[in-house]
């Protein structure tokens, strides 16, 4: 049996690049009969084992492996991280995430507000990421009918942006 170890800084900041990097943030979608449900889900892939056994070790989830489809490719290691605890996992991670802070937030807004979120808004944040999912930009600027978008709807942006406009006076300031 596995034994987790709490991560430090370094090991939060290393898995937040990973997902950066190797992984993904989606919505699984599955049909009980004719009505949709989601999960939320987290994965990272990668060819080393290394990888997938450290965030097993910090973080939970499961590990499995994928054959090469061709007989110059190598095994393929997956470590996935659902519902809560893929939540929990994003909450540690996305401050120090760049490229898939848009899925991480959207992904959060839908764990902490599923019991809350009719059927019509769930299929519209499991459409928006599954569209930034295949590098599209976000249709909409603004919340629509209980949308979340996350470059307008995001506490967590605006305090960057807000220290990033502070942090630019503050430069300008000092060259003049």
Not at 3 to 28: F, M, Q
Not at 126 to 135: A, D
Not at 152 to 161: C, G, V
Request: net charge positive.
């Amino acid at each position: 049996m596995l034994t987790r170890r709490k991560p430090e800084l370094e090991d939060i900041i290393y898995a937040a690049s990973a997902l950066d990097c190797e992984g993904n943030v989606s919505l699984s979608r599955r049909f009980n009969g004719a009505v949709p449900s989601w999960t939320l889900k987290v994965g990272i892939a990668n060819t080393n084992p290394t990888l997938t056994n450290f965030l097993l070790e910090c973080f939970g989830g499961h590990v499995h492996t994928e054959a090469p489809v061709k007989l110059s490719k190598r095994i393929i290691y997956r470590w996935q991280i659902h519902a809560e605890n893929a939540a929990d996992f994003l909450r540690l991670v996305h401050p120090h995430m760049k490229l898939k802070r848009g899925q991480a937030e959207i992904g959060l807004h839908f764990q902490e507000n599923r019991k809350k979120l009719d059927l019509a808004q769930q299929a519209k944040l499991y459409e928006k990421v599954k569209s930034l999912n295949k590098g599209e930009a976000p249709a909409e600027t603004k919340r629509v009918d209980g949308g979340f978008n996350p470059q307008s709807d995001s506490p967590i942006l605006a305090e960057t942006q807000e220290r990033m406009m502070a942090h630019l006076s503050d430069s300008a300031t000092l060259l003049n």
